[in-house]
Structure formats: structure tokens, C-alpha cells
């Protein structure tokens, strides 16, 4: 056994030791595990981190995702409507945990939301309680707020808060390994996309680095932080953007990537402002005092609902500007109930198609105004079909305004969506056709040598190499896709191949080469033939936009690991063993 146990052997065993490192196998994990979590948050306050398993919320006990979506949907959080009695009369304040504003002696100084609130307002009574100081116009806010205690167990401890929204964390099923399951394994959605440049001009790198800073923010910015996204290129030379989405459905991602995203808002044929940071420095998002559903909902017939949606943006000053310049000498109108506003309206448009018009109020005229709120309807059969219309379109809105629109025109060459439950059974899959194989190879050799001392440590290389390359694939955080699966049994088959040319060159038994000499020759035909395998591999980088790219790179990383660390101790095992 010792004369086994070679310089080149140990190698072998120090390389299969660091990829079982690199894997970090845990199949006894279960559980929701803390992805990330948002700094300053209610939540995050309380020192839970990224990393630690969710074992219960609120004693609830927290096994899957569903679970988890349960658990905080079960929080009882609610906007709250407060009846502020000013000096212009009673304002009705909807809010969502802060109330967004502030008072310098009972005077409103800075609002981030609610429009029917304004600054200079002076505030008298909140819900009928009158106020004489600041600090009780803070009190009687804050005692109406709605708060839920919110207890999370985790394997390292407890952490309890006060929350008035769902926790600021993102999760996801605790992980078994450090390898990355590709979208096959684990379910969602692949976009392929093209960009479109008018007149046939080349879309260049730069663009198309622009185009995917721009889908990175946009579908941040709408929660879905579990996507790859990365260029590709064909054999031709076209350019496309690759994304992978877990979790997302097809109408979500057609939703959100299928068009160009071009936010207008005009007055008249001319324009006021555009989505991005460079007209709209900030969008309220997620702040129920300056952004959400406006109640009460509305029963237009029988099986029709609207609801209304608004939000708050601030402009930038040259917005501010053009929007004084266009407004200045528009006429004035009055309705029947005496409202007064200008004679055109803001029209919103999306894509080149109009989503709403807001009317103009005549306060407004020629001002440099910074706050303009936002709004729009969503329709359904029922009330909660509106209010989830009017809350997608609002998100819709709010995205494009935040990340801006994508510098040329795209088109969706090809979208795939795969379930959750078909990713588990291609890892299932997997395992049977990878054991099924091993199987095969090992008959197929015991028969071609009906020797076990030889048949034995070909099967520990072959599962060496299987696990040398997947630890590799960890170390460098690839995505094990289907393709790449197919990619380590087309190594491993080569791998195979290479250790019965070794073991024939060892049992030739020429008198005049020693078997050193003759694993020597072996190592010749090796190298030539790993050249031309990885030779081989380099066309499918860029081949179908990348799909197949995992191929070739398990490819090339199982036939390297084979060639200078497997196949050499097998040479030296074999050698040994049959030359006793």
C-alpha cells in the first residue's frame, strides 16, 4: 500500500481533499437561508445576517418558501389614514409605517409624499386630538401606526422586531452544495435578447454594456435579485444579452424585458421629462406616505373595479425649468365644482403609448416645481383584481422612471421557462443516468480485463476526476447546467478512454522498454488527443449565443484535471500494481 501512495498520488489526494472544500457538500441542510439583508432596516437592526438558516417567524416553524411567503403575508400590515385638521382645511394622510413629513412649529416644512399635504400647512388636530407641539403631532402619528412584533429563530439565535412593513431580507432555499445549479436544475426563465439598432447601424460593446447596467437596475429595482445576465455573441458575429431569472414566469420577464421601457411625460407635444436619473433624481418606492393605492377602490359595474395608484417624483431643476417655460401661458379652466387647472394636461406615455393624462392645477402655472405625484387605474373583475392591476402598473412605472430606457430597441429571439419541479427531476435524472453510466464503463472494463486490481482504480480515477471538476465549477462559481452536465460525462468518456491506453502500454510488456518507458508513450497520445479535445471546445464558446457554452467548459476543465493530475496517478498506480 505505501508503494502506492506516490508523489503523484498524494497530489491526487490533496486535489480531491481542496475540491471537497470547494463544494462544501451538506446534504443534511433544510430550511429557508438569509440571502441578503437591507442595511438600517427595521429588521436588519436587529444583527440577523446574511447565511443563517430561518427556522421559524413568529413560532411558526419555516421549512420551504412557502412557508416563509405564509409566514410574512400573515403579518398584519396595513396603511393607515389620519385626518390632519390644518388651517386649509382637513387633509386625509395615507401612509405606511412613516408618516413622511416634518413640522417646525406645527408648520408642515418638507413632505416626501402626499400631495394633498403641502408644506407651509399649519396643523391644528390629528384625528380630531388637538396639537400645540411638534412633538405631539409625532406622538399621535406614531401611536397610529401600525406595528406587528416580528420573531425570527435562525440556527444562530433569535431576533425580534417591530416591524410596519415586510422585512427588508431576501431568502432562498437552504443549499446543499456551493455549486451553482444552472436555470435547468433549479427553474425559472432564459431570455435571449437582441438589441435593434435603427438603420442598421452595429451595436457596439459600450452599448451593449449600457443595455445591461440598465436590465440589471430594472429588475433589481422590481425584487428579482436571483438572475445572471452576461453578452453573447454567435459564430456570426451578432450580439445578444443572455438572462436567466430564477423563479420568474413567462409573462413576468416579457413584462419587464420585452420592451424598450421609453418614459415620456408631455404637455402638449412637448416633453417635460423622461425616465432615468437624469430628469428624475428620485421615485418613491416602497414608502406607503408617498407611494401606493389610492382608497377608496371604485365598482364601476356589476363585475368592473377600479383602482388608483399614485406616486411622488421629484424633478431635476432643468426639468423644473422646462416645465415652468411650457406651463406659462397655457389658459386657465374651471370645472363645474370650481376646480381650477390648466388647459392641457400632463400626458404620461410609456413605449409611445399614452398610460394616463394628469390634470394641471393652476397653482402650477409657470412654477419651477420639483414634486409631481404620479398616477394611474388598474382595472379588474373584482376589487382585488383592480388593486393588483393598479399595483403592477404602478411597480411597471415606477421601474422605468428609476432605471431609465434601454439606449436602442430589443427583440426576444428566443425566452424558455422551466418549473421548479422539472428542475428536480433533472437532477434526479442526473444521478440515475451518472450511476448508470459508471455502471456500464465498470462491466465493460472488468469484462475487456477481468481484473479487478485494474478495473478498481480506473473507477477511483473516473469518480476522481467527477469530483475534481465539479469542485473546480464551484471554485470558479459556474453554473452547472445541463449542457455542463454533459460536458463532464463526455470528459469522463475520455478520461476512460485515456486509462485503457495507459494500461495496454503497461501490459505490452516489451522487453526492451521498461514500464515507465511505455507509460511515457502512453502520455504522447494522451497530450495529442487533450489538445485537439480542448481544440475542439473553443468554436462552442461562442456557439447559440453561449447556450451550449457550459459544455465546453466542464469539457475542458474534466480533461485538464484528467491529463495533469488523475491520469498521472493512475499511471503510477497502475504501473506499480501490475509490475510488482
Partial sequence: ?????????????????????????????????????????????TGISAGEIILSINRQPIKTLSDYQKAIN????????????TDQGIIKHTFLGNPGFVTVNLTVVDVQGNASLKKDMLI????????????????????????ETLVIQTNKGEYAALVTHAPDITVRAAQK???????????????????????????????????????????????????????????????????????????EVRELIGQQGKFEAKIGNDIVFRGGEGDIPFVCRNDGSCSGIRP??????????????????TLSEASAKRHAEITRNLPINTSEVGSRYLSQPLDLHLDDQLVDS???????????????????????????????????????????LITG???VKIEIEKLDTISPVLGKEFIKNSFIVGAIAIIAVTLVIYLRYRKLQITIPIMITTLSEVVLTLGTAALLQWSMDLASIAGIIAA?????????????????????????????????????????????????????????RGFAVTTIIGVTVGVFITRPAYASMIGRILNK
Fill in 405 to 407: 430606457s434601454l439606449p
Fill in 124 to 147: 391644528q388636530s390629528v384625528n380630531g386630538k388637538a396639537v400645540t407641539t411638534d412633538e405631539e403631532i409625532q406622538t399621535f402619528t406614531k401611536e397610529l401606526v401600525k406595528k
Fill in 74 to 85: 400573515q403579518l398584519d400590515l396595513k396603511e393607515v389614514t389620519v385626518d390632519f385638521q
Fill in 492 to 548: 469522463v468518456g475520455t478520461g476512460v478512454n485515456d486509462q485503457i491506453v495507459i494500461t495496454d502500454e503497461v501490459l505490452k510488456g516489451e522487453a526492451m522498454l521498461g514500464w515507465k518507458e511505455r507509460v511515457k508513450r502512453a502520455f504522447f497520445i494522451i497530450m495529442a488527443a487533450y489538445a485537439t479535445t480542448v481544440a475542439a471546445m473553443i468554436p462552442l464558446w461562442g456557439a447559440g449565443a453561449g447556450l451550449v
Fill in 296 to 313: 377608496p377602490c371604485q365598482q364601476l359595474a356589476e363585475e368592473q373595479w377600479a383602482c388608483t395608484f399614485e406616486f411622488v417624483i
Fill in 358 to 400: 394628469l390634470q394641471i392645477g393652476a397653482d402650477l402655472q409657470g412654477r419651477e416645481t420639483t414634486q409631481i405625484a404620479i398616477s394611474g387605474p388598474g382595472y379588474g373583475a373584482t376589487e382585488q383584481a383592480a388593486y393588483d392591476a393598479a399595483l403592477k402598473q404602478m411597480n411597471k412605472l415606477q421601474t422605468v
Fill in 177 to 251: 452544495t456551493n455549486i451553482n445549479k444552472g436555470l435547468e436544475l433549479q427553474g425559472g426563465s432564459r431570455v435571449i435578447i437582441r438589441p435593434v439598432a435603427d438603420n442598421s447601424t452595429t451595436i457596439d460593446d459600450r452599448q451593449l454594456q449600457d443595455m445591461i447596467a440598465v436590465l440589471s437596475n430594472r429588475l433589481n429595482v422590481y425584487g428579482l435579485a436571483d438572475l445572471k445576465m452576461r453578452p453573447a455573441s454567435d459564430l456570426e458575429g451578432n450580439k445578444f444579452i443572455v438572462i436567466e431569472i430564477a423563479g420568474a414566469t413567462r409573462e
Fill in 1 to 45: 500500500m505505501a508503494k502506492l501512495l506516490t508523489t503523484r498520488v498524494w497530489i491526487l489526494i490533496i486535489a480531491l481533499f481542496l475540491a471537497l472544500l470547494a463544494i462544501n457538500p451538506a446534504p443534511w441542510a433544510s430550511g429557508i437561508e438569509v440571502r441578503s439583508v437591507r442595511e438600517g432596516s427595521e429588521i436588519g437592526q
